[in-house]
């Protein structure tokens, strides 16, 4: 069985003239009536039935139009997909990752990755915002997600930056302490005990912002690289901190702790490459995936 002799008998079938099936096969018609011919010959079953004002599909042939036509989708598939395969990229691609996978839409992007580019293998790194930067800048790191203030590092012409989607923070006290936070701006809260966080933190520039704007230095009692534990010494009645409106909120719920609401910052979510790197292969189709998972 031709595949040829198949087409022949969808184009009759769908154009319901032979003249119009052979000018969409790009095909003479003598030819087309010899492909169904021959079709009909090897199955022993007659597609068409002939009348005076042409073919005219029988009954059995409106049977196997269907599977026909399954067939034809089947084998465009087939050669599609054969042939994003031979022009798909690959190679290794190194990302760095920050915050939780849920927030950064980590499983979104990653499985439009292995069904649009399958032979790109990916390798992630979780680290703070600052060091993921540095090793993009570096090269050790082909990409990554980023969070900072606006207008900080990731707007320098070597870096590339698609922008996700922005955060609000809040400063997050312990249970109890409404009263010592209650009408308070920067200034003044700097004052009481804060939990701080390294200079490669989100958190760490944030504030280090909001305080130098304030003309003050911030009373620093720990420092803590994990948001776990920053959240823990919090609960526990130790100090303040910097939390993402929805993780402050769910921990006042939860925990009694105290949402200092007029106190609140922001900073947005981008994915990050060098920008000589922009349209490498495995790198270029990091940012498809990535924005397919906030789009």
């Not at 599977?67 to 990229?89: C, N, P, T």
């Not at 920050?98 to 990653?110: D, Y």
């Not at 900072?148 to 400063?171: H, K, Q």
């Amino acid at each position: 069985m031709d595949l040829q002799h198949i087409r022949a008998f969808v184009a009759i079938a769908r154009e319901g003239n032979l003249t119009r099936a052979a000018q969409c096969l790009h095909l003479t018609q003598p030819a087309v009536s010899l492909q169904i011919k021959g079709l009909e010959e090897s199955l022993k079953v007659a597609l068409f039935d002939r009348t005076s004002r042409g073919l005219k599909i029988s009954a059995s042939g409106a049977v196997l139009l269907p599977l026909a036509e399954k067939i034809l989708a089947s084998i465009g598939e087939f050669e599609g997909r054969a042939g994003h395969m031979q022009s798909d990229v690959s190679g290794r691609l190194t990302m760095g990752t920050v915050l939780t996978p849920e927030t950064i839409r980590l499983g979104q992007a990653l499985q439009h990755l292995v069904e649009r580019y399958p032979r790109v293998q990916t390798v992630l790194r979780h680290g703070m915002s600052g060091w993921v930067l540095s090793q993009v800048r570096s090269g050790a790191l082909d990409a990554g997600y980023y969070l900072g203030p606006r207008n900080d590092e990731v707007d320098a012409d070597d870096i590339l930056a698609l922008r996700l989607t922005s955060f609000t923070y809040y400063v997050m006290a312990p249970k109890g302490w409404r009263e010592r936070v209650k009408g308070k701006g920067w200034a003044e809260i700097a004052a009481l005990p804060w939990i701080w966080t390294p200079p490669h933190s989100t958190h760490h520039r944030m504030l280090v912002r909001k305080f130098s704007q304030a003309g003050v230095k911030p009373h620093i009692v720990a420092e803590v690289d994990l948001e776990a534990s920053m959240l823990g010494l919090v609960k526990s009645g130790v100090g303040l901190t910097l939390a993402r409106d929805s993780v402050a909120l769910k921990t006042a719920q939860t925990e009694g702790t105290v949402v200092v609401r007029k106190l609140t910052t922001s900073a947005d979510l981008s994915f990050i490459t060098q920008a000589h790197r922009a349209e490498d292969g495995p790198v270029k189709a990091a940012f498809a995936a990535v924005r397919s998972a906030f789009a």
